[in-house]
């Protein structure tokens, strides 16, 4: 899936996001984002016109696990018996990092929980890690049309009511693709979540930190690498520049020599030089 997972056994002290974005609810009127074609059209974007509307309105409270991942909305009307009561692994967001790298972009942190064992670890995903998942999904299963928040054409991208509102949307998605039966079940899921090889986990919270610390040093020192040879690399190539400009130069002075002697009289054009042997 391209993503990034982590394991971990304590508090997620090691996270780097927002703390009250994790303690939101979507509010109780949102639609089921699992509908058919044939109605509830506009559900997507009534669905997150209302979180914008309703965002202060939004309870902080949330349950001892902080998952919002379980129970259902309902818009349309659909099969109960797709759905299942306790779903078998809860998986809320519980924030997000903008990172500054090359390309600037936003990553989801999601904490996925097995509910009889209570082991979890932590999925990175992007945007476009969820709009993947949503296209093979709708391969997969044609009769049901899945909701993403929509895509922000303009405006900052990176402003965080809007990433709050992206968050809430996500979490409704991930809410009903989990709470259903045989979409919870498909490989492209199990993939997503890494349901099938989660990481192993760390001994204790401070390997975990040891491990975070030493990939970031990982990387801090790969993307230095990387810069000293972007350096060299502009270097050579003003070099290069310079070069050439000094042959150009060369040419036309060589070009101009033969001119010249071309456009003497014989009489005044410059003996060649002879040779001691010719002496």
Not at 49 to 66: D, K, T, Y
Not at 97 to 123: C, L, N, P, Q
Not at 129 to 138: A, G, V
Not at 190 to 207: H, Q, S, Y
């Amino acid at each position: 899936m391209g993503g990034r997972c982590m394991m971990s056994q304590g508090a997620e002290s090691i996270t780097t996001v927002p703390g009250e974005v994790c303690n939101r609810k979507e509010p109780a009127a949102m639609p089921h984002p699992l509908e058919t074609e044939a109605s509830c059209q506009n559900a997507d974007i009534a669905c997150y016109s209302a979180l914008r509307h309703n965002r202060e309105s939004l309870s902080s409270g949330s349950s001892n696990s902080g998952d919002t991942s379980t129970g259902r909305d309902n818009c349309c009307d659909l099969e109960d018996n797709v759905f299942v009561a306790t779903p078998e692994y809860n998986t809320p967001i519980i924030g997000y990092e903008v990172m500054e790298e090359r390309a600037r972009f936003t990553v989801f942190k999601i904490r996925v929980e097995h509910v009889d064992s209570g082991r979890y670890w932590f999925v990175f995903r992007r945007y476009t890690d969820f709009t993947r998942l949503s296209r093979k999904l709708r391969l997969l299963f044609p009769g049901l049309r899945l909701s993403l928040p929509p895509k922000r054409w303009f405006g900052n991208n990176f402003d965080p009511l809007f990433l709050e509102d992206r968050l809430l949307g996500l979490q409704a998605f991930i809410k009903n693709i989990m709470s259903h039966r045989d979409i919870s079940r498909s490989t492209q899921v199990r993939e997503f979540f890494c349901l099938d090889e989660p990481p192993e986990p760390l001994d204790t919270i401070e390997e975990s930190r040891a491990l975070c610390e030493s990939l970031e040093e990982k990387v801090y020192r790969l993307t230095q690498q990387l810069q000293e040879k972007d350096a060299e690399i502009e270097s050579l190539q003003s070099e290069l520049s310079n070069l050439r400009v000094q042959q150009s130069v060369l040419a036309k002075g060589i070009k101009v020599n033969c001119l010249c002697d071309e456009s003497l009289p014989e009489d005044q054009a410059v003996p060649p030089m002879k040779h001691d042997s010719e002496r």
